[in-house]
């Protein structure tokens, strides 16, 4: 009997993904706005699409887990605008809202 470590390795990289992109998405809507969704969408795509054609299965599942995080971003925009105009988070003053 042998220990497997691959869904260990793969449930932590998922972890600090998702992690990651909380602030990723916080720091676009502010300097951005909600102009670069598509950005994440189409890097979303590529993601999947590169996906199909990698063989190694855990690099596959951490390709998986970044391409739906990048189509989760494309929603959370959205919601950080909302959360902005809340007052949950502060304005950009050098952006035009």
């Known amino acids: ?6 869904g260990l390795i793969i449930g932590a990289l998922a972890f600090l993904t ?3 992109f909380h602030p ?9 706005g909600t102009k670069p ?10 993601g999947v699409a590169t996906t ?3 063989d190694n299965y855990i690099i596959r599942a951490i390709m998986g887990v970044l391409s739906f995080c990048l ?4 929603l959370e925009l959205f919601e950080q605008k909302k959360r902005v105009e ?3 988070f502060p304005h950009n003053p050098k952006r035009k809202y």
Request: charged share 10%; glycine share 8%.
């Open 52 to 54: 199909l054609y990698i």
């Open 1 to 6: 009997m042998s220990i497997n470590f691959d």
């Open 24 to 32: 990723i998405i916080i720091k676009t809507e502010y300097h951005f």
């Open 71 to 74: 189509f989760w971003s494309v």
């Open 37 to 46: 969704w598509w950005l994440f969408l189409c890097l979303g795509i590529l």
């Open 86 to 88: 809340k007052g949950w």
């Open 18 to 20: 998702i992690g990651l």
